[in-house]
């Protein structure tokens, strides 16, 4: 079983930063792919960005591609999402999610671990 955290959503103006967390407990991470997606209202969810815990490698999707970073806390088992150049668009509730193995696929039904989700409001 693995346990996800997420936290720091919030407000923000367009073109503000936010740092999301997700704390994970529960497995050995040398062998998890991370994910982060998100879900506005009406939409499906989707895939933001994800990380090998083995090598670090990282993906991104196109519309967040240069705006945002994932990253990863080995230590502390925590992996962040900074996000600047924040636009209304962005609004959503973002989800971490984990998977057993170290590939990073973009579809939201290989994950089968997943955090509560933290909402994230951009004004324009």
């Known amino acids: 079983q693995v346990q996800l955290v997420e936290s720091g959503g919030g407000l923000v103006q367009a073109g503000g930063s936010l740092r999301l967390s997700c704390a994970a407990s529960?497995?050995?991470?040398?062998?998890?792919?991370m994910g982060w997606f998100r879900q506005a209202p009406g939409k499906e969810r989707e895939f933001v960005a994800g990380?090998?815990?083995?090598?670090?490698?990282?993906y991104y999707a196109d519309s967040v591609k240069g705006r945002f970073t994932i990253s990863r806390d080995s230590a502390k088992n925590t992996v962040y999402l900074q996000m600047n150049s924040l636009k209304p668009e962005d609004t959503a509730v973002y989800y971490c999610?984990?998977?057993?193995?170290?590939?990073?696929?973009?579809?939201?039904?290989?994950?089968?671990?997943w955090g509560q989700g933290t909402q994230v409001t951009v004004s324009s």
């Open positions: 990380l090998s815990w083995s090598d670090g490698s990282t």
């Open positions: 999610a984990a998977r057993g193995g170290s590939v990073v696929y973009y579809s939201e039904r290989l994950y089968g671990y």
């Open positions: 529960g497995r050995t991470f040398s062998d998890t792919a």
